[in-house]
């Protein structure tokens, strides 16, 4: 987790875009939400999240192929402590683990 979030940033996640969307719920909680084709609107008390993703090429690491989903998030009327608070639970939700 980071220690700050700006109001807008990108991320290379490696999932497909049904793993995504299968999370998405859960790493929201309570907020609501409205989902359309490739953009998630998200209220967050008085302000928004905007997130907008596409599917990139695939990572390829010798044999192995990872997916990937490049995301755009962009918050509107929420201030850095907020924006934390916010992405401190969405992140938790969206790691992804190994054993």
């Known amino acids: 987790m980071q220690s700050s979030y700006p ?3 990108e991320r290379e996640m490696g999932c497909t875009e049904g793993e995504w969307l299968a999370s998405v719920p859960r790493a929201l909680g309570d907020y609501p939400y409205q989902l359309s084709a490739q953009t ?3 209220q967050i008390g008085l302000g928004a999240l905007a997130v907008q993703w596409k599917v990139g090429e695939p990572r390829v690491i010798a044999l192995a ?3 990937r989903l ?5 918050f509107t009327g929420l201030d850095e402590a907020q924006r ?3 992405m401190k639970r969405f992140d938790l939700y969206m ?5």
Do not use: D, S, T
């Open 7 to 9: 109001e807008k940033f």
């Open 40 to 42: 998630l609107l998200v």
């Open 65 to 67: 192929r990872i997916p």
């Open 70 to 74: 490049l995301v755009q998030f962009g």
């Open 84 to 86: 934390l608070a916010f």
């Open 95 to 99: 790691q992804r683990g190994g054993g």
